[in-house]
């Protein structure tokens, strides 16, 4: 486990070179104002404890973080959109009231009140199980996903991801009339576009 956290950067960077940027979803409606809009699904306890889990998968540098890339915010949306597998999602879900329950038996404390050193060791143990270890995997996607999408969804805040991962963003990005939400609508009244213009 010590050397896959020494190597955890460079294993990520690897991943997104090699196209995990390529299974992004399209995905939720563009903000207007700088504030996130408010969490649907996630209840605060579980956005703490999605915040450890993921900053111990991804440790803070000095240029990026979790909280810049907004990924427990963007993991919130994918529970909500109605489009995503609602098979992923019902998994994504359990694995935290696993890691809580997991975390209770063990501990006997909520896994957002135990220590770094001891939050750290549980999700090595949780690493072994198979459901921890798929679980695990897939919040790793979501945080490299977090990493690579447009800032017009208010997440990977001024394009820090970009920046860390070196990435050249494609052309044209993402405007309020191509965002996901309004494609969505495009679909729903079946409206075809002829020129690009119309965008």
Known sequence: MENFRENRREFIKKMTALGVFSQLPLWYSCQDGKEPLPFKVLTRKQQNLLADVMGILFPDSDTINIELANTVYYLDFILSDTNYDPDEKDYLLEGIGKTEAFSLKIANQSFV???AE????????????????????R????????LLLDPIYNINTDGSGWQWLQHLPGVPRPSEANSYANLLKRKQVSQVITEVSSL
């Open 113 to 115: 009140d135990l220590s």
């Open 139 to 146: 919040l790793l996607t979501v945080i490299f996903e977090s």
């Open 118 to 137: 001891k939050q750290q060791k549980l999700i090595d143990h949780i690493a072994q199980k198979n459901w921890g270890s798929y679980w695990l995997s």
